[in-house]
């Protein structure tokens, strides 16, 4: 996962910016949520800079309830449904009201015959009805604060039920009622362990049933505080679930399941929200293929998005995505449990050497830092550990020691080591009595400790005392059941809190009203077009990022002329608002450098022009660029997060090697570093085989100012693609040899 410590500027990079007429981060400085009489501030494109929080104690804990379609009975689908809302009415204390138009009683219970005749305002209306549009409009007149829909037949089945959630969305919207669902259940009303105690899991799913293997942690001794089966989010959906949950003090991680994001920007708000609190947040994302996303989209209705803009928008704001349910669990239950770490260094405790090898191996490949403890308390496991084996890390003790008062003592002094903030004793199979020792000598160890202990019990039996009794009763060992779903559990706990440690949101950061280069760029954009190299430079030019000199011509004398005011050697390309790759076309000459070569080249580059009816605003008379590291930098628009920005390793190899890194506006310049970090051919940005390193320090300029385009342009900007990018030696800069630019 990636830090998200904003770095400042150095004073050389600032300088090179601020050269350019404009800083490329607007400082804004609060952190806080606006409170209900301010005005929610807005970005320079209007989108909102805080998540609004939707006070959702009233669903959850209402006053009173009305039960509209409520039934008693027998055999009718709705009888079960009433019953069980009528037990957890009562459990929550809320009064309720069964609403049916031919009952005078349900359950002993007065029955209304519609809205209207409520005996008091309610806060939730649960619908048990086949089309719940003429029933919100009901609700909506009576003031009624929350809604649930369990319908199905709406956007999950095609067109015609699109429209059909989007006829009962729009009821809902203005109206002051909240409504969750359509195709949603009653996971909301699950009964939950009031006997557990520590923080808790909010769970957030789109299918009730993905959900079920969190709710049933209760039985391993993990609380769980809520439970939200947005279904079709017609209005409620998972960001604001998050935004809710992120403000529970008993909430310590929140687990979602999510089939497809409704709007990525208010899920980005609300991932911001909780990383601002600290609050981890833990998903399973359905949608990394083809077949999985098409599957989303046919049960939930909604855009999946494209997979690696929403991996890269998660980890950007801290999200930790996860692949199976299990993972989910596993990892929510740890982040909402454990403390901070007080060290990222981890240390490996086994029985047997084979057991720490295998295990070392996958947790440094999963990227956890095993450090080698120092010789001096190597020198003191020694103590209690036979001087051949190795406890380096990881700490083999052999197996005989843990069966006495040794046990304790290796592990108290692992504990006491600064460098040390995970412990984890992988426990392959039961070997009483030396497992059970092990197992209540850890357990000891974690009550008097504030660092990490994680055991995983091999066992596929699962029955032992040892690990029912012993390590599932203790609420400060960590317990897995696999070594792949601890290093994921493990990695992402320390991940979240190297994330949230000093962590300050981007969209502090936001500009807010429009810049000089703005104004500049209006001028040159043209609706419905793409623009011609010469204009996109132009475009690039506004905002200050650096292109060759060039000229424009429109005859050979006159490109002759250029060519000696750029200087020799010289490319020459064509210019036109439809030329995309003119490398295919042979529609660019490099490496001229006489006057004879630029009057056949301008000649040439015309005749292809004309033979492939492309219309041309001239050839483009270039400075050759030559050393440096070719990059590509772009913006792209996406259905659900908008503007993108995506910087990879530029000309042919982007194409071939697919070697990009995307990040969602806005974001800083740690997050501009961070996309160079993830690029496989990273190294050549540092100088390979005698090359100097790259000016990175340019490239991240660049990156920033192109991020500050995207922010302002919006969606007046389709597409920008700058490839390639030549980033020169250090200290040297970077720059944009060709441009392609489509408006909107």
């Known amino acids: 996962m990636l830090g998200s410590t904003h770095g400042t500027l150095t004073t050389d990079f600032r300088a090179r910016v601020e050269a350019c007429g404009e800083s490329p981060r607007t400082a804004v400085h609060s952190s806080a949520a606006p409170s209900a009489d301010d005005a929610v501030p807005l970005d320079v494109s209007g989108r909102p800079l805080h998540a609004d929080v939707p006070d959702l104690d009233r669903f959850f804990r209402p006053e009173s309830v009305a039960v509209i379609g409520a039934s008693d009975a027998e055999g009718r689908p709705n009888t079960g449904i009433t019953r069980r809302l009528i037990a957890w009415a009562e459990r929550v204390g809320a009064r309720i009201h069964p609403v049916h138009p031919t009952r005078s009683t349900v359950f002993g219970l007065t029955c209304h015959a519609c809205v209207a005749d409520l005996p008091e305002q309610v806060d939730l209306a649960v619908l048990l009805v086949a089309d719940p549009l003429p029933v919100v409009e009901e609700l909506a007149e009576t003031k009624v604060k929350f809604a649930v829909a369990f319908a199905s037949g709406f956007a999950e089945t095609g067109d015609a039920g699109a429209a059909a959630q989007e006829r009962l969305g729009a009821a809902v919207r203005g109206s002051g009622l909240r409504l969750l669902g359509p195709n949603t259940n009653l996971n909301a009303f699950e009964k939950f362990r009031e006997d557990l105690d520590g923080p808790a899991i909010a769970l957030i799913t789109q299918s009730g049933h993905q959900g079920r293997p969190v709710y049933t942690l209760q039985e391993l001794g993990i609380r769980l505080s809520h439970w939200a089966p947005t279904g079709n989010e017609a209005d409620l959906e998972t960001s604001d679930f998050i935004s809710y949950f992120a403000e529970q003090p008993?909430?310590?991680?929140?687990?979602?399941?999510?089939?497809?994001?409704?709007?990525?920007r208010s899920f980005l708000l609300a991932a911001d929200r909780a990383a601002r609190n600290g609050v981890p947040v833990v998903a399973v994302k359905v949608g990394r293929t083809e077949t999985g996303a098409r599957m989303a989209a046919s049960h939930t209705g909604k855009l999946t998005g494209a997979d690696t803009v929403v991996d890269a928008a998660m980890r950007q704001f801290g999200v930790i995505r996860v692949d199976g349910l299990d993972e989910l669990q596993d990892t929510a239950a740890l982040l909402a449990r454990a403390r901070r770490p007080q060290a990222d260094g981890v240390v490996v405790y086994s029985i047997s050497g084979g057991t720490g090898a295998h295990f070392s191996d996958l947790a440094t490949e999963a990227g956890l830092t095993l450090p080698t403890l120092s010789q001096a308390k190597q020198d003191e496991l020694h103590q209690w550990i036979p001087g051949y084996l190795n406890v380096a890390n990881p700490?083999?003790?052999?197996?005989?020691?843990?069966?006495?008062?040794?046990?304790?003592?290796?592990?108290?002094?692992?504990?006491?080591?600064?460098?040390?903030?995970?412990?984890?004793?992988?426990?392959?199979?039961?070997?009483?009595?030396?497992?059970?020792?092990?197992?209540?000598?850890?357990?000891?160890?974690?009550?008097?400790?504030?660092?990490?202990?994680?055991?995983?019990?091999?066992?596929?039996?699962?029955?032992?005392?040892?690990?029912?009794?012993?390590?599932?009763?203790?609420?400060?060992?960590?317990?897995?059941?696999?070594?792949?779903?601890?290093?994921?559990?493990?990695?992402?706990?320390?991940?979240?809190?190297?994330?949230?440690?000093?962590?300050?949101?981007?969209?502090?950061?936001?500009?807010?009203?429009?810049?000089?280069?703005?104004?500049?760029?209006?001028?040159?954009?043209?609706?419905?077009?793409?623009?011609?190299?010469?204009?996109?430079?132009?475009?690039?030019?506004?905002?200050?990022?650096?292109?060759?000199?060039?000229?424009?011509?429109?005859?050979?004398?006159?490109?002759?002329?250029?060519?000696?005011?750029?200087?020799?050697?010289?490319?020459?390309?064509?210019?036109?608002?439809?030329?995309?790759?003119?490398?295919?076309?042979g529609l660019v000459k490099i490496g001229l450098t006489s006057a004879s070569q630029i009057r056949d080249a301008y000649r040439e580059l015309t005749d292809i022009a004309r033979y492939e009816n492309v219309p041309l605003d001239g050839i483009l008379v270039c400075q050759m660029v030559e050393r440096g590291v070719e990059m590509v930098v772009g913006v792209t628009q996406d259905d659900l997060f908008g503007p993108t920005v995506t910087v990879g390793l530029g000309g042919v190899l982007v194409e071939v090697l697919h070697d990009a890194a995307v990040r969602v506006p806005p974001f800083g310049e740690d997050q501009a570093r961070a996309m160079l970090r993830e690029l496989?051919?990273?190294?050549?940005?540092?100088?390979?085989?005698?090359?100097?390193?790259?000016?990175?320090?340019?490239?991240?300029?660049?990156?920033?100012?192109?991020?500050?385009?995207?922010?302002?342009?919006?969606?007046?900007?389709?597409?920008?693609?700058?490839?390639?990018?030549?980033?020169?030696?250090?200290?040297?800069?970077?720059?944009?040899?060709d441009a392609l630019a489509i408006c909107r």
């Open 680 to 737: 496989r051919g990273h190294a050549l940005l540092e100088g390979v085989r005698g090359a100097p390193p790259a000016d990175v320090d340019a490239l991240v300029e660049v990156v920033l100012r192109i991020q500050r385009m995207a922010l302002e342009l919006g969606d007046e900007l389709s597409e920008l693609d700058i490839n390639p990018l030549m980033v020169l030696p250090r200290g040297q800069g970077a720059v944009a040899l």
């Open 250 to 264: 008993e909430v310590g991680a929140i687990a979602c399941y999510v089939e497809g994001l409704k709007d990525g």
């Open 395 to 585: 700490v083999d003790n052999g197996g005989h020691p843990v069966g006495d008062w040794r046990g304790r003592k290796i592990i108290d002094a692992i504990l006491a080591d600064p460098e040390v903030g995970v412990l984890i004793c992988p426990i392959t199979g039961p070997f009483p009595p030396m497992s059970d020792k092990l197992a209540q000598d850890l357990v000891d160890a974690a009550e008097q400790s504030d660092k990490l202990i994680c055991v995983i019990w091999g066992s596929p039996v699962g029955t032992e005392e040892a690990y029912r009794t012993t390590l599932l009763g203790s609420s400060r060992v960590a317990t897995f059941r696999t070594f792949g779903n601890c290093i994921t559990a493990v990695r992402a706990y320390l991940g979240h809190h190297r994330f949230t440690t000093g962590y300050r949101s981007p969209f502090e950061d936001a500009p807010r009203t429009p810049s000089p280069s703005y104004r500049k760029a209006q001028a040159l954009m043209r609706p419905s077009q793409q623009l011609s190299e010469h204009a996109a430079k132009q475009l690039l030019r506004a905002y200050g990022i650096r292109v060759p000199r060039e000229q424009l011509v429109t005859s050979a004398a006159a490109a002759v002329r250029a060519a000696g005011l750029v200087g020799y050697p010289v490319v020459m390309k064509a210019s036109g608002p439809q030329l995309g790759h003119k490398t295919e076309l």
